[in-house]
């Protein structure tokens, strides 16, 4: 509400894995330089959350906006380089850490876009030494710290943090989280501590999960759009009938 | 042509057979239990390539273009069903692309082969045409197998990298490149391994033919040498072919990686 239309909006989403609904009527807004703490816990459904934001999976109900254009509209590499998702745990890439930032350099959609020095910032939280060396050899702390860097110094708009510290220690995380702060994001934490440091927002995943089951002929139709061998389905219902039942509690 | 071939009669054939004794000796005593696959093989080897002589005297007889245009094609959608056949996973119209791909890859290459390099009038004439298409379908359902079966598999066990790209903004072919080139590498490497070692460990079995059949060692030699060129171009035209168009269908017109589409094959 109010005059500012927000930087980033979500309204409406919903997400089911076969019959079971993770979450559904989730809206939230964001400010320009504003950060959201996610509280969920494991199996919540907050990977599949910020996959939906992210454009990594379709929508199957609702609409996510940047600067109030809706992610259909936008070309979806470009939609990318502003929502930058951050997954938990970096994949094993082949080549360094520098070999990816030098790559992603060459994207089409970053030509719009040019990333940072993502070595930079790599330098600051104390991963400069394994900068070339090849993914594999990193650490689980390392490997996160310098997938991070590459999504900070790729200067998104929006973040989406899926917990971005799991693997640091304690010197590392205040490090991070302060070079984070004043960054518009969407950081997913099971850490109440956390979610109180980097943000005064909170939002609860498991609100949006319906309470007990619904039974099956009122259940909003869930569209799976994960696990191996469903069928393709990009179409669903909009707002699932149950949406006034699931008020935070 | 030429110099008169002795021919080979049943009794020959039958002694032939006994060969494979040594195979069934070496499965009972090694218990490899391989008895039964050893008697599917033989009898299909026997009943294929029969069927396969006969079924030639008309079409190399009659000479008519459309007859071996439909052999062709009966060659290619077989090659094409062979080329899915091992892979663990698949996907929706992998046949059709496997199809599509052997049969641009084999014609241009059959064509021009037969028409420009060997000089064939007419270029369909069936003698050279089928043993040559077949040659360059034997090795291209090859390629395509190994290219399609790396290519999804890094598609569904490497769906992390894949992802960490796309969210950083890459385009689908952006994010898949790394994987679709070694996909297509490993399709190729099998013969490109065989045209370094031809001639020094083993004599191709069409040269071995063209040998017996009393063409000189020295036309044999450059037929030879044709041949795995055309192969060679085949193999890459069909694996590029192949790994492109199914990497493609895994993802959505958004640049979205749907796993979902990889099925079991």
């Known amino acids: ?249 | 042509m030429n110099g008169g071939v002795i021919e080979i009669g049943w009794l020959g054939l039958a002694g032939a057979a006994a060969l494979i004794l040594v195979n069934a000796a070496a499965s009972v005593a090694l218990k490899l239990g391989l008895g039964k696959k050893l008697a599917v093989a033989s009898l299909r080897t026997v009943v294929q390539l029969l069927l396969l002589g006969y079924l030639l005297v008309p079409v190399f007889e009659l000479g008519q273009p459309w007859l071996v245009a439909a052999l062709g094609l009966v060659m290619i959608a077989i090659a094409a069903r062979e080329s899915l056949r091992r892979a663990e996973r698949t996907y929706r119209h992998a046949w059709f692309d496997s199809f599509a791909t052997l049969f641009v890859a084999s014609s241009v290459t059959a064509i021009f082969g037969s028409a420009v390099l060997v000089g064939v009038e007419p270029f369909w004439l069936p003698r050279y045409f089928i043993p040559l298409l077949g040659m360059l379908l034997g090795n291209a359902l090859n390629g395509i197998s190994l290219g399609i079966d790396q290519s999804l598999r890094e598609l569904d066990e490497g769906r992390g990298r894949i992802e960490a790209r796309l969210a950083l903004g890459a385009t689908w072919w952006e994010a898949v490149r790394p994987a679709a080139s070694g996909a297509i590498r490993n399709g190729m490497i099998p013969i490109l391994n065989s045209m370094s070692v031809v001639g020094i460990v083993s004599i191709p079995g069409m040269m071995t033919g063209q040998l017996l059949g009393g063409t000189s060692p020295e036309q044999a030699a450059r037929y030879q040498i044709l041949i795995l060129f055309m192969i060679a171009a085949t193999v890459a035209m069909g694996t590029v072919g192949a790994v492109l168009l199914g990497v493609r269908r895994i993802f959505d017109d958004e640049h979205r990686l749907r796993v979902e589409r990889i099925l079991e094959g």
């Open chain 1, 1 to 249: 509400m109010g005059g500012m239309e927000a930087h980033f909006a979500a309204e409406g989403l919903g997400r089911a894995v076969g019959d079971r609904v993770l979450f559904h009527g989730l809206s939230f807004e964001l400010a320009q330089g504003e950060t959201l703490a996610v509280l969920a816990p494991s199996g919540s459904g907050k990977t599949l959350l910020l996959r939906l934001l992210a454009g990594l999976d379709p929508l199957p109900a609702g609409s996510v906006r940047l600067d109030g254009r809706p992610q259909e509209e936008w070309p979806m590499p470009a939609w990318r380089s502003r929502v930058v998702y951050c997954p938990q745990t970096p994949p094993s890439l082949p080549g360094s850490p520098a070999d990816f930032a030098a790559e992603m350099a060459g994207w089409a959609a970053r030509k719009e876009r040019p990333p940072g020095d993502a070595g930079a910032l790599a330098r600051e939280w104390g991963v400069a030494g394994v900068w070339d060396e090849p993914w594999r050899k990193l650490s689980g702390g390392e490997a996160q710290r310098a997938a991070l860097a590459i999504a900070v110094a790729s200067r998104p708009d929006v973040l989406l943090l899926d917990e971005p510290t799991s693997a640091l220690d304690e010197a590392a995380r205040d490090q991070v989280e302060e070079r984070l702060a004043g960054t518009t994001s969407l950081w997913v934490t099971h850490d109440e501590a956390q979610a109180e440091r980097v943000s005064g927002r909170r939002l609860r995943l498991l609100d949006y999960r319906p309470a007990g089951q619904a039974p099956p002929d009122e259940s909003p139709p869930a569209p799976s759009t994960t696990g191996r061998g469903a069928a393709d389905q990009t179409t669903s219902d909009p707002a699932p009938a149950t949406h006034s039942t699931a008020e935070p509690t």
